[in-house]
T-cell receptor, first 116, second 111 residues
């Protein structure tokens, strides 16, 4: 009964490089959410995806950021041409979204991105 | 945009004491979630609330969905050192997918 898995746990990138963050939801969950957290702050919604569909990306910057959740494989959050301001912890959460239990979101351990 | 005010921002308490924290908003929510986050880890779901007035317990934790649907409360009884961490509330409005997170209450327990 594995929980939400994220990798890598830590990622260091130089300015201008690409960062790829992966998220495997809990078994049976087909809804994935990505959040960003800065030190000493709460979590900020970025994007909500179902399998092969982006449902709501209103919290994600329109440039350099993209997300996908393919039919097979993990969800990917991609940040192109990273800048120092992208340094943060990125969390993925999954939900079964079936009945009332679908409103619960379960988080992974996060990926801590550091841009040098 | 919507905001959740969480208070207190931080608190130091003695082991064995009870703890209370709350989350308030100007918006109406139809679901409240409470999470605990340890340093370097992801948030762990503690309690989920779905109905106004609902009172739900999970061990020493009790949370309530405010009757106005604009607030929620979390109580921890007989605190222990492992209760240390950051507690977040998250609210969801009807017909949306985005949970709004509070800024967190940082709890420190003095043995």
């Amino acid at each position: 009964n594995a929980g939400v898995m994220q990798n890598p746990r830590h990622l260091v990138r130089r300015r201008g490089q690409e960062a790829r963050l992966r998220c495997s939801p809990m078994k049976g969950h087909s809804h994935v959410y990505w959040y960003r957290q800065l030190p000493e702050e709460g979590l900020k919604f970025m994007v909500y995806l179902q399998k092969e569909n982006i449902i709501d990306e209103s919290g994600m910057p329109k440039e350099r950021f993209s997300a996908e959740f393919p039919k097979e494989g993990p969800s990917i959050l991609r940040i192109q041409q990273v800048v120092r301001g992208d340094s943060a912890a990125y969390f993925c959460a999954s939900s079964p979204r079936s009945g009332l239990a679908g409103y619960e979101q379960y988080f992974g351990p996060g990926t801590r991105l550091t841009v040098t | 945009g919507q905001q959740l005010n969480q208070s207190p921002q931080s608190m130091f308490i003695q082991e064995g004491e009870d703890v209370s924290m709350n989350c308030t908003s100007s918006s109406i929510f139809n679901t409240w979630l409470w999470y605990k986050q340890d340093p370097g880890e992801g948030p762990v779901l503690l309690i989920a609330l779905y109905k106004a007035g609902e009172l739900t317990s999970n061990g020493r934790l009790t949370a309530q969905f405010g009757i106005t649907r604009k607030d929620s409360f979390l109580n921890i009884s007989a605190s222990i050192p492992s209760d240390v961490g950051i507690y977040f509330c998250a609210g969801l409005t009807s017909g949306t997918y985005k949970y709004i997170f509070g800024t967190g209450t940082r709890l420190k327990v003095l043995a």
